[in-house]
């Protein structure tokens, strides 16, 4: 070892240098950014998650379809028709029902009752269980004010008397549209739900006192919706309830 470097170690160099260029040009370099980036998507995600979590227990939509987009040759027309040929295919042969849904479709070319029933049993269970829970912000997002008052009067009701209601949505059998109709320009469509709910009552010492905290049972209900078709506002809200009879 004289200090001098044969051409063999110097090839081997050269070699080295020529595959570091090329890893780095491959790979590339880190910009310091990465940890930013990643913090980033780490607080979109998080926000979205507050979002949605933020959105429970709001006002269901009933969905309806969007209106279409305007265009020159009556487009409103054949928005209309469409409509119409919605709610044939629905009522399926039922004059009654076809009569009156057709007066609602014909105010609003957006209704669609395939929708609107879906919207329904939504709003069903998310009011029963909120009467249950004695959760008035949700009703009354829900709720007509008549309607507001008369279950808001029934919850304080049991509140002063200590008892609670612990109950489990099992599902609904069956939901129908029986009544619909246009008052002047105040839609209102009627619908029959079967389910069933595990319900049971307890007394401020925790006993039952009504229902069964072990046994499903069917439930009868036939819930009228209202809203004015001349509104921007899509929402619905429960303006009757009935027994079935």
Do not use: C
């Not at 260029?21 to 990643?38: I, N």
């Amino acid at each position: 070892m004289d200090g001098t470097i044969d051409v063999i170690t110097l090839l081997f160099l050269i070699v080295a240098v020529v595959v570091v260029l090329k890893l780095r040009s491959v790979l590339g370099r880190r910009t310091g950014d990465e940890e930013a980036r990643y913090q980033r998507q780490l607080r979109a995600q998080q926000e979205a998650r507050e979002r949605a979590a933020a959105a429970k227990g709001k006002v269901v939509t009933l969905p309806r379809r969007e209106r279409e987009t305007a265009t020159v040759g009556g487009s409103e027309s054949v928005a209309v028709a469409d409509a119409e040929t919605r709610v044939k295919n629905f009522a399926a042969g039922n004059t009654l029902i076809e009569e009156g849904l057709l007066s609602i479709a014909r105010a609003d070319a957006t209704f669609d009752p395939e929708h609107f029933l879906r919207g329904a049993k939504q709003a069903y269970e998310m009011i029963v269980m909120a009467f249950a829970e004695g959760n008035r912000k949700l009703l009354k997002d829900l709720l007509s004010r008549e309607v507001f008052d008369s279950f808001v009067a029934a919850i304080a009701e049991r509140e002063s008397r200590g008892e609670q209601i612990d109950q489990s949505f099992v599902g609904i059998n069956k939901a129908e549209i029986v009544e619909a109709e246009l008052k002047g320009t105040t839609a209102q469509v009627t619908v029959k739900f079967i389910s069933q709910l595990i319900s049971a009552t307890r007394d401020a010492a925790g006993q039952v006192i009504a229902g069964d905290p072990q046994r499903i049972r069917e439930v009868t209900d036939i819930w009228t919706f209202a809203r004015e078709v001349t509104s921007r506002n899509p929402n619905w809200r429960l303006i009757a309830t009935q027994a079935a009879n």
